[in-house]
């Protein structure tokens, strides 16, 4: 599977760790209900059968954090922006 | 001699000698070992998988079922290779399969007699009783019978390389419609790949007297492979099987080697290829359907593609007198070559009641007599003698050495299929045809149903241009040669109704039209069922031959359409490849890359054992001649650090450069303590948290000037923490300014423990004073020079518990600083010690390291919880607070002593209490590290246990069952050696 | 397994001279080189900046993507966004980190990797041939050509290159633990087309 890395170019999903789904963003600590929203923030996940958010991390190559809209019963990626922001080459 | 006379593409000047079976015969250049065996009127190649049968050569492509055979012997020795792929060299051994004690005369034939039994699925209905049989007797059976060839037993002596290939237009099958299309692409200044699993570009071109244009079928194939191969932007692969669509990428195997007894000098004998394509064209082709009747599968029976092939490409007649039993077209073009070549042609049975005239005119003008509306309904010997034949209500029996077999053609689309697209039925053409191919693919010629030569060489060349321009190229048009335009028609046909017992659907799993019933009746129903309880389709052929016939008699069976029976789902490889082109060079100590620290020859030089740590080689002990044996080095090196000192190479450990105003910042929301008020240089030993408020790693942080830090990890998560900080930094936190640099190679690290580390430490500093106790205290940490200045780092760290120093200097001086420790260290004993001692001094201090840190424990558990801040967030720390995660009746960490100091404590062991029964519900802990400690003269161990420090005092069963230990233990403190920590003070 | 690869023990590093098919030249050479490196990292939102100022002091054009330039023998190769890897001719580590740090002020930092990394300068008539055994990314001049970089994994090693001039000739920066089994993958490859190691 090819992930098209802004600032690498198209490169083999072996290039990249994943590490799940594009969940965010991180609760406040110190909200009442923190253990409640941590849980849900660590542990709960759609699983879509289609389109997922996620966050690949390009570690053999930039070491950008990916956010990938990919379907899962294709592999068809949709779109790729920085995590964080614009990943500027 | 069946070779004829005339004719081929062999080279007739030069003879090539092999064997079969063990007795010699000739052949040419040129042929296949099938070729070369038809040409040496060799009629029987093997036994059938089950019942033994004999079985003879069917095709002559890689479809081929029955003409397994074993080739070589010794280390190169080879099964299951079909007879039909292999090009024939020059003293080339090949053996029959599957036989006991012989081909001519196998015992296991009698399976045929107990047939009744041992139908589909009787293996889920037998060898179960009596249960103590199994091993004894059923197995060995069952182990002894399956299977075909046999592996040899010996390293393979060639080598396999793997490589990567882009292009933007991929053509897979070199035909004339695979030709076209590349030559289309290609011609548009398009990179591209041409690959055909043949040695011989053309495809049918070589099988069939066609003509195109003013040149006949060979010679147009030759002329454009010529101008493809002198293309700058094309590669033309030949012997390439691409087996295999991946996401975004095809696996292909290219068979450097096969054809040669011997790879060539720094060759391989198979290359691996992964090619990225952002377009392709499946130019497949399409392979004759068998007909199923009683008999189907006597020696002499062939697909009538394969006997087009034998006599036109390879001179080689497959029998003198032969009938063709067909619904097709192709078939009777292929009766037509036979009888030209010289074979008598008993007939042409043709299913079907009506036949397009130029056909019924060509077979008149040869003399051929033609049966329409007819069928061949058994076979007779082995190899065949006879066929019987009904036509009109008229029954006879023809006597024939030969019969070919067509019930119309399969399109080659496995390939379109291998991301779960299932072909469609469209029954004109009688055939399957793929409807949803992966992204980018497109099908081409016979493979997508065109089986006119004119059809095949438009399409081509149009999908060759399609592709082209969706890369990008303008594509330009290629004139398309005039060739014979006569409409192939075909209606499926694929069984003889009424069959009694022996009318095989797959051949190489010796599947029968009995099984499908077998199946049926028990409700195995669906095709995917009916494949695994009959195995149709689960050989190495992968049912090319046999799943549209079972599929359509279940239908049949079932009363049900073809759509509405389904198919199954095709899957990669196309045809077997190889285990070592799978592995290319990463084979044994190649499997992964061999890291090496920078003190690694300086350690080889001492004699140092070497373990491997992930991907390192680091000094497990350095023996010395006396020592009895290894757990002798290990104590005699203990001992000398805690008596003196010794130095260890701790380079693997993970280092990152953290530069910038927030490192602080970053560091505090990181580990579970404070960093950010931690003075210029000191460091501080540091717990990460994974957010579900687990251990993650531990390290030690240093800060060594303003806004200069260097952070170290575990070497075993080096990689992870990395990553992890990335994530926070660009994701979580995106306004803080870290600039973060992996420095784990720059920097060696040796460490010095003992009670004379200082000493030996005085000596390779610059100036001694900066290393004096209060000008570096504990926990001190600070640049310095070294060996006449060498830019280094010493931090005062003690992972032994004795006074110690962690050395770092540039990588490149790594092994001139163990000398210089060595050298200072002499008057004093130093001893180098390895990954051993590190951890038995570890177990005795009670530090915690990776079997502790196992991804289940939390710094409570690990007794570091007073560690934990209160006043800041950190990632992990809300769910840290969980209920569960703090109870105080999880496993806490402790220290472990056997009661009978002479007993072998173990890591693993459980801990039961005394006297209660051995079960899973009083299994209250276990031991997570344990050493024989030459210290304490005993063996200590470290773990954890329900409720943790409460139980400390308690005595308690350690049980072992794994290794025979049980035996009984006292709960105490973990940390052994020195608990207040006075020796690393000094 | 290739002769060359059964022979020798992983950690037996290749010593140099030529291996493999005897052609007239090589068809791969690799030489290692001594190069001064560096890691540079700009700060938060500060890359334009950084890049003002070594345009200003060094007179280079700081690449903004995976890109390899160079002035007076300094190399600057793009490894991500806001991140370069610094390679220089004829000067110490030491030296180099002086030299950038002139430049940073806030809006950077460095640090040595001279120790970290080891460089080998490959070339020859079949280099791309060799190379595409051991990469997973596609070099042919129609993509990638003099001033080009990237970042990846060549047969499992970390790998950072960039390529100097169109012969073609290559740098490719290994981490130091790693470079005697990147010599062995590249041998391994290269045997084939005659290869020599200096």
Redesign the interface.
Known sequence: MLIPCP???A??S??FTYRGAAVGPRPDPARPDAADAFHDYVYLRDNPAGDNAEYWYHG?????WLKVVRDTTTHEIKSVT?AGGE??? | MSRLSSGGFIDRSRIVKFSFDGKSYSGHPGDTLASALIANDVKLVGRSFKYHRPRGILTAGSEEPNALVSLRKGARHEPNTRATMVELFDGLEAFPQNVTPSLSFDVMAVNQLISRFIGAGFYYKTFMWPASFWEKLYEPIVRGSAGLGTTPNVPDPD?Y??????CDVLVIGAGPTGLMAALTAARSGA?VILADEDYLIGGRLNSEKVTIGDRDGAQFSAAVAAELVAMPNVKVMSRTTVFGVYDDSYGAVERVSDHLAVPA????RQRLW?I?AKHTVLAAGAIDRPIVFDGNDRPGIMLAQGVQTYINRFAAAPARRMAFFTSSDGAWVAAFDAADAGVEIAAIVDARRTVADRLLAEARRRNIRTLLGGAVTAAHGSPLKSVDVVADGKRERLAVDGLAMSGGYSPNVQLACHHRGRPQWHPEIGALLATDPPPRMKLAGAANGSYALSACLADGAAQGAEAAVAAGFAAKTVALPRCQDDPVEVQAYWHVKDTAHFAFVDFQTDVSVKDIEIAAKEGFIPVEHLKRYTALGMGADQGKLSNFNGLAIMADITGRSIPEAGTTIYRPPYTPVSMGALTG??????F???????T??WA?RLGAK?VETGM??RAQYFPRPGDKDWLATVQREVTAVRSSVGMIDVSTFGKI?L???DVGKLLDRVYVNTYSTLPVGKARYGVMLREDGMVMDDGTTAHLSDDHWVMTTTTVNAVKVFSHLEFCLQVLW????V??????????QIALAGPNARKVLEKIVDDPAAVANEALPVMGAKEAKLMGGI?GRVFRLSFSGELGFEVAV????GEKLAEAMMAAGKEFGITPYGTEALAMMRIEKGHVSGPELNGQTTVADLGLGKMASKKKDYIGRVLFERPDLTDENRLGYVGIVPVDKRNVLRAGTHLMPLGAAVAVANDHGFVSSATQSPTFGHAVGVGFLAGGAKRIGEKMRAYDPLRGGDFEVEICSPYFYDPQGERTRV | ??DL?ASL???QPLAPGRY??DTQAPGVKAKRLDLALA?L????GA?PALAAALAAGIGIALP???QYVAVDGIGFI????G?WTVAAEGIS??ALLERLKAFLG?N??A???????VVFELSGLKVRDAL??L????I?P??FSAGSA????A????TTFWQTDTAPTYRFAV????A???V??LA??A??YGFELT
Do not use: N
């Open positions: 600032y690498c170019g490169r083999d072996h290039e053999a190559g930039c070491r950008s920085g990943v500027k080459p | 080598h390389e793997k490589a990567s290939a882009f990179r000098p720094y060759q391989p992964r990225a060079h990463h084979r044994a100590k190649d992964r890359p061999t890291r090496l620290t920078p690694h020859f080889k070497f390192w080689l450069d530069q910038g105003p995106p306004d803080l300014d600039r973060m640099a992996s420095i784990s190679e720059q920097w060696a830019a540039p990588a490149r001086h | 397994m290739s690869l023990l992983p950690d493999g098919a890691t990292t700009a700060g938060r890359a903004a993507g995976a793009g490894i991500g966004p991140r580590g030491e806030a950077g930092s640090c040595d990797q001279s120790d970290g990394s595409a055994k990469l997973i990314v596609d042919d129609a993509v990237a970042t990846t994994s047969a499992l090693i970390g981490a130091r633990s790693y005697p089994a990147f062995r993958a391994a490859s045997v084939e």
